[in-house]
C-alpha cells in the first residue's frame, strides 16, 4: 500500500488550525502533526514517517472531505437529469469525499428495497463514499422504525419527513404520523420545513394578479418566509416535546436561525442545516437569475443571508449540505408553473464558504466533523489517526470563475460567479481522486457505516 506525507500544509479541525504534516498509510490517516510554535518545519513527521512520498502543499488548506447530506442526485428513475456517476464526480471536484443522498427519486427511497437498491447502483458507479436517507411518509412511519431494529440501520442516514412540502407522495401532514417519526430516537429526523397551506394560498393570489405568467421574482413571496417560520415554530415544538435529534434543513431565515438558537437550549439534540444556495445568493438575484434560482425554500433578503452566514460561524447553524438538486436547462427553462424547483450546486457548496469568510475550524466542523457527528458516520469526517483518508486540499487565496459545471444537466446558478477557494486535490480512502480540477484516478468509494 502506498504512503504519501502532506508537509507544509495548514490543518484545518474544528477544534485548531495551525501549519503542519499529515500521513496517508493505505486507506487510513496515519498520523497527524502540529507544528509547535518553535518548529519551522515538518521534519518531525518526516522522520516518524519515513519512506513515504512527500507531497509539499506549500501552505495550502488540508481538511477532512466534505460530507455532503442533502443532495438529489436523480438516480433512479430521473437519470436524464442526473445519475450517481455524474453527481458523485462533480461532487469530489468540489471536495466532498462523501454524500447521502435524499429519497424522492423514482421509485421513491421509503422501503428497505428501495434503498439496498441504490446502494447496489452506487457500488457499481459512485466516485465518492455514499449513504442514502429514507423517506417517511404518511403511511410507513411503523416500516421505517422497525428497520431502525434490525442491522439495516447502519446503511440508513436520516429520516427525511417533508413537512409540508409537495414532492411527491412524501408529504407528511397526518399528525399520528408525524408524532411517530419524531419519537424515532436512533437516527437524524430530516425536516423540509415549509407550511403548505400558506404556499398554497400565496400561489392562489399570485395567479390571480398575474394569470400563468407569474414572474421568478415572486417566488420568495410565494414560497415565503412567513411559510418556513410557522413550520418551523411547528417543527422545534415537537422536537421539544419528544426529545428528537431533529436536523432542520435549508434554513433559510433569520427567524428559522433564531429559534433554532433558542430551542437548542432545551434540546441540543436540536441541529441545522443551511446550503450554499442561502449564504450566497438572495432574493435581489431573482430579477438576474430567475429560474435558475428556483428552489425551495426560496432564497431570502440580505439580511437573512447576513444572519445565517453569522449563525453558521458561531455554530447555531451546525452543517451545511448543497441541497444539489439538477434539472435540465430545457426543464428551467419552463415558465414559473411548470419549471421544476432545485439547483445544482454540489461542486461550489465547499468554496463558498471560503469565498465568504467562514473560519477554517468552522469551515471543518460544518462541512465534515459536525455532520459525521449527526448521523453517527464511523471513521469519517475527521482528521484523526486510524479514520479513513478522506482527505481536501484546498488553496484559500486562488479565485476562480465558474465555468465548467460537472454536473450532468451542465449548468449551473453560480456560472460566472468568482469564488474563493479552489479545490486542488481529492483522496478518497487514501486514493488520490481529483487533482487540479481533474478525476485521476478510479474509483474507491466505500458505503458508509452508520452507527
Ligand atoms: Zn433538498
Not at 89 to 103: E, H
Not at 313 to 322: F, H, K, L, R
Amino acid at each position: 500500500m502506498s504512503r504519501t506525507l502532506l508537509v507544509n500544509a495548514v490543518l484545518a479541525t474544528s477544534a485548531r488550525e495551525g501549519a503542519g504534516a499529515l500521513a496517508i498509510d493505505g486507506q487510513r490517516i496515519a498520523g497527524i502533526w502540529f507544528r509547535e510554535e518553535t518548529e519551522k518545519d515538518d521534519s518531525k513527521a518526516l522522520q516518524a514517517f519515513p519512506d513515504a512520498e512527500v507531497i509539499d502543499l506549500g501552505g495550502k488548506v488540508l481538511m477532512a472531505g466534505g460530507i455532503d447530506a442533502h443532495v438529489h442526485f436523480r438516480d433512479p428513475g430521473l437519470t436524464h437529469k442526473a445519475d450517481i456517476a455524474s453527481e458523485s464526480r462533480a461532487a469530489v471536484l468540489g471536495g466532498i469525499t462523501s454524500f447521502i443522498d435524499m429519497p424522492n427519486t423514482i421509485p421513491p427511497t421509503v422501503t428497505a428495497e428501495a434503498l439496498e437498491a441504490k446502494l447496489k447502483v452506487a457500488s457499481e458507479y459512485s466516485w465518492a463514499n455514499y449513504g442514502f436517507n429514507i423517506g417517511a411518509t404518511n403511511a410507513n412511519a411503523d416500516e421505517i422504525i422497525g428497520c431502525l431494529e434490525t442491522d439495516f440501520r447502519h446503511s440508513i442516514g436520516g429520516v427525511k419527513v417533508f413537512m409540508g412540502s409537495s414532492t411527491g407522495n412524501m408529504l407528511v401532514d397526518r399528525k399520528e404520523s408525524l408524532e411517530k417519526l419524531f419519537s424515532i430516537s436512533t437516527k437524524p429526523v430530516l425536516v423540509h420545513s415549509e407550511d403548505e397551506s400558506i404556499i398554497k394560498a400565496n400561489l392562489a393570489a399570485a395567479k390571480e394578479k398575474y394569470g400563468e405568467e407569474i414572474p421568478f421574482t415572486e417566488h420568495p413571496l410565494i414560497r415565503s418566509r412567513k411559510a418556513c417560520i410557522m413550520s418551523t415554530i411547528h417543527a422545534l415544538e415537537m422536537a421539544l416535546e419528544h426529545g428528537t435529534a431533529l436536523h432542520l434543513l435549508h434554513v433559510s431565515t433569520k427567524e428559522e436561525a433564531e429559534m433554532v438558537r433558542a430551542a437548542k437550549i432545551h434540546n441540543p439534540r436540536i441541529t441545522a442545516e443551511t446550503s450554499a444556495n442561502y449564504l450566497w445568493f438572495s432574493d435581489e438575484d431573482y430579477s438576474r437569475l430567475g429560474s435558475r434560482l428556483k428552489c425551495n425554500p426560496a432564497v431570502k433578503s440580505p439580511q437573512d443571508r447576513a444572519a445565517l452566514r453569522k449563525a453558521l460561524e458561531d455554530g447555531v447553524i451546525d452543517t451545511v449540505g448543497s441541497d444539489h438538486a439538477p434539472h435540465l436547462l430545457s426543464e428551467k427553462e419552463k415558465p414559473y408553473l411548470s419549471c421544476p424547483s432545485g439547483v445544482p450546486s454540489v461542486q461550489q457548496s465547499l468554496p463558498v464558504a471560503f469565498t465568504i469568510g467562514i473560519p477554517l475550524t468552522r469551515i471543518a466542523a460544518a462541512y465534515s466533523e459536525k455532520v459525521a457527528e449527526i448521523f453517527g458516520i464511523a471513521d469519517r469526517g475527521i482528521l484523526k489517526q486510524g479514520a479513513y483518508a478522506d482527505i481536501v486540499v484546498v488553496d484559500p487565496e486562488e479565485e476562480f470563475t465558474v465555468k465548467e459545471v460537472a454536473s450532468k444537466c451542465g449548468w449551473s446558478p453560480y456560472e460566472g460567479q468568482t469564488l474563493k477557494g479552489a479545490v486542488k486535490m481529492v483522496w478518497v480512502n487514501g486514493v488520490l481522486t481529483a487533482k487540479d480540477g481533474a478525476i485521476v484516478s478510479d474509483r474507491s468509494a466505500k458505503a458508509l457505516y452508520f452507527k
